[in-house]
């Protein structure tokens, strides 16, 4: 379900995006986050593409961790980071027309949807539908931000 990931994964690669995460967090530029069931790495939740105090939320789970509130739990946790913590005003998200769960995640944390459009899927190796969805950060008295 990843647009910008290779497939089959590229073990040089990979080791190359984890080994920039330090500097891409110090620079502002990202934000990644382990997701973690009993001392096992079950997915990843990420803030992106920030630029203009706006960014992209990324996650990815498991296969076998999906179905259980995982996704919507740490999304919620690293949205209040992303407005509480470094400030932005907005999020973008989005997910391919053929996982409906992901909008069903998107929608309960609040995400409004926006259009759809075509994106080309590294994964994949083909141009596939997406919907793309915005966030934007509640003022700072409103209760309803997410708390981490």
């Known amino acids: 379900m990843l647009s910008m990931a290779s497939f089959p994964p590229d073990r040089q690669e990979i080791n190359g995006w984890f080994a920039d ?5 110090l620079a502002g530029e990202a ?8 001392s096992r790495m079950i997915g990843i939740v990420d803030i992106d593409a920030i630029a203009e ?10 296969r076998a961790a999906w ?18 913590d470094i400030g932005l005003t907005g999020l973008r998200a ?14 309960k944390l609040g995400f409004t949807p926006l259009d ?5 899927s590294r994964a994949r190796g083909e141009s596939i539908e997406q919907y793309r969805y915005k ?8 209760k309803s931000i997410p708390k981490s």
């Open 21 to 25: 995460h330090e500097r891409q967090w």
């Open 31 to 38: 934000y990644r986050f382990a997701v973690n069931l009993e």
């Open 53 to 62: 105090s706006e960014g992209s939320l990324g996650y990815w789970l498991d």
């Open 67 to 84: 179905g259980n509130g995982y996704a919507f739990e740490a999304a919620q946790a690293v949205i209040g980071f992303a407005f509480q």
């Open 94 to 107: 989005r997910h391919a027309h053929d996982n409906p769960a992901s909008g069903r995640v998107l929608a």
């Open 116 to 120: 759809k459009g075509q994106l080309f």
């Open 135 to 142: 966030l934007t950060s509640p003022s700072i008295n409103d």
